[in-house]
């Protein structure tokens, strides 16, 4: 497949995989690579990725899971039209399908209670808060400015099936409003992992996994870290990315 001149092709290094990205636009990181791993072990039949962006984590779930039936939902027209490319790069037209629309209207675009997971790599600064990037593929990634957090629990409590799953990569500065809005919407959280960069700093990311109406029990999980002391990758961040 013929690359544009502001493209680059990004080795996924998994089971041959590659990515179509922007240059200069949006790209995907470790977020997203590290939400895939985290949910690769909740059975599905039938996942959605909402804000799925470059499609990286359909595409990644597509090698890490058996699943048959995988969805992605991207309300940006340039990003989801380079994602749709990279599906067919890969061979992938059998088992992932996108589609170019608004969040909100996701029960319309897919009925309710139809998947057993859903994953999302949300936007993480609420609008109007810190510093913008001029490229607007960029702020509307970054930025809750098309929907924000409570949009994507409320939709998602809506789109899964009873015991169904919603496993979210966020800020840990919004755990508090991630454990409310998924209660609030009857998505019990189940599991919990903190993300640190090193064993000495405060985690930089979380990963949650809810269920729909599942039972209240909690589990913290044991910490991520993405690198050594000495600044070398850690063993498991490489098992991760495959290295």
Known sequence: MELFDDETLED???????????????RFGADAVLLADFAKGIASEKTLDLCTGSAVIPILL???????????????????????????LNGLEDRIFLTC???????????????????????????????????????????????????????????????????????PSRLADIIYLMRQNDIEPKRLRFVHKSPDSEPSLLLVDGSFKGGTELRIMPPLYLYNADGTETR?????YGR
């Open 101 to 171: 629309g608004d969040l909100k209207n996701a029960a319309e675009i897919y009925g309710k209670r139809s998947f057993d997971l859903i994953t999302c790599n949300p936007p993480y600064m609420p609008n109007g808060r810190g510093i913008q990037n001029p490229n607007s593929e960029k702020v509307i990634a970054r930025h809750e400015i098309l929907c924000d957090l409570e949009d994507v629990i409320r939709v998602s409590a809506s789109l899964l099936k009873h015991k169904g799953h919603l496993a979210l990569v966020h800020k």
């Open 236 to 240: 498991e961040l490489k098992e991760i």
């Open 12 to 26: 996924l290094q998994l089971g041959g995989l590659f990515l179509i990205q922007k240059k200069d636009g949006f």
């Open 62 to 88: 597509s090698a890490k899971t058996a699943t048959q039936r995988l969805f992605g939902l991207e309300i940006q027209k340039s990003i989801f039209d380079t994602a749709c490319r990279s599906v067919s």
